[in-house]
């Protein structure tokens, strides 16, 4: 059964951190060889944060959040975290994981195909 739950998400100063979670069922953890954060804001379209491959733990980011945001991952909790440090007021959006993957390394949405409901992160300055 598909099933991917993200939670974590708050409120926050700029500069501070949060971690965000995404726990997933077996199949949907194990339905890909990788997982990946997206994120949207008011009137914006979903952009990708950041992936990881699930077995060798490799990973990839955007620009914007590189050197800031660490995503990993608890294959024995069949979980991916996001660790979100300096936060800044641009970071704030709609947080969501993906998995299901038909292509990774890359950060767009077509390449997903299950997705969570998402988890809010607001950053105030």
């Known amino acids: 059964q598909v099933q991917v739950v993200e939670s974590g998400g708050g409120s926050v100063q700029a500069g501070g951190s949060l971690r965000l979670s995404c726990a997933a069922s077996?199949?949907?953890?194990?339905?890909?060889?990788?997982m990946a954060w997206f994120r949207q804001a008011p009137g914006k379209e979903r952009e990708g944060v950041a992936g990881?491959?699930?077995?060798?733990?490799?990973?990839w980011y955007a620009d914007s959040v590189k050197g800031r945001f660490t995503i990993s991952q608890d294959s024995a909790k069949n979980t991916v975290y996001l660790q979100m440090n300096t936060l800044k007021p641009e970071d704030t959006a709609m947080y969501f994981c993906a998995a299901g993957p038909l292509v990774c390394g890359r950060l767009r949405t077509d390449d997903y195909r299950y997705w969570g409901q998402g988890t809010q992160v607001t950053v105030s300055s």
């Open positions: 077996e199949y949907t953890y194990k339905s890909g060889p990788c």
């Open positions: 990881i491959y699930i077995r060798s733990s490799s990973t």
